[in-house]
């Protein structure tokens, strides 16, 4: 039997309603939205625009057309990244970004001269605000914090730091890659200009999703490359400017956005706060009963700092890629080794130069048994 540990990457198994939406709609339906004056056309339209909605309820938008459509949180990562940083421009970031953040910004400095400052965690894991407000400089176009590592699960203090960014006349863009749909996220209640998700990690929708929230105002600074039709004012040959068409050329993922649509109506019902109290249980199970194993070494589950389901872990004398084959061939446990395209966390950790990690990431269709099995599963290897 399958165990599945890598919701970090991707979530699965996601809710039934997700595959009927998808199924119904490749099968009996298949039209693209924005474009057709046929019903159907116009049905998929709302479901699309409901999806729309259902996004900003869940992270307490102002307005659903804050709300962008993507293809991945590494595309609205870009969609931001490159739109919004000018030459010459300074960007304080954090050492724990994702390569999605940090070669996007490196291409910057080599391309267009923006200044890049990288702030590191403290011992407990977490970015501290101080820090941040001492690399902060009057030039600061952008702080780009992630909400939560990828690698150890610590969720960082984006308030206190979009506050400081806010204070100095800078964006604030947070990647919640590893939060949205697992933390509860109120935009309208956090200094916050830009949150970029995935649809297709907590938020439980297809491959081949995301979604990016713009604050009122916050779009004019920020250009788009992508470029063509809308299915709107068609006689200009301008892009629109008004949200969220200006971040949205081409046709949409309908099929990808239908599942989306029926993953953030579970996620309305279940309750984010729901899903995260199961998965901390689960976490807490976890890191316990790997604790437990005098060969292991788990890492950043140590201080108070609050975390989401996903734990780093070593086994002494092993290699992480040798200990995540083994659980996948001798115990179906499916995990991920090594880096986790976040080399920087890995350096701060001290497991950058064995290769990385093995991590092990919940999801709210995670059971104890499943926990129960890695544990037992990690023990018989070590
Ligand atoms: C922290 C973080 N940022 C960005 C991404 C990229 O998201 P996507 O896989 O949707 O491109 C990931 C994916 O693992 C991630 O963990």
Known sequence: MRVY???AATSFPKPPSVYDAVDFYQRHVGVAIGRGSYRQSLDVQRIVDQCRQQAARLLGAENPDRIVFTFSGTDGLNMVLLGICRPSDHVVTSVLEHNSVLRCLREMQERRGIEITTVAPRADGRIEPADVRRALRPSTRLVAILHASNVTGVVQPIAEIGELAQRNGSFMMTDAAQTAGHLPIDVSRLPIDIV????????????????VYVRTGIEEHVNCFRLGGTGTSSEDDHHPCQMPERFEAGNHNVPGLVGLEAALAFLELKTIQAIHDHEAGLTRILVEGLRNLSTVSVYGHDA???HVGVVSFNVKGFNAHEVASLLDDSFGIQSRAGLHCAAGAHRSLGTFDCGGTIRFSVGPFTTDSEIEKAITSVAELT
């Open 196 to 211: 970029v998700c995935p649809g297709h990690k907590g938020l439980l929708g297809p491959l081949g999703t995301g979604i």
């Open 304 to 306: 108070a700092a609050p």
């Open 5 to 7: 540990l890598d919701n």
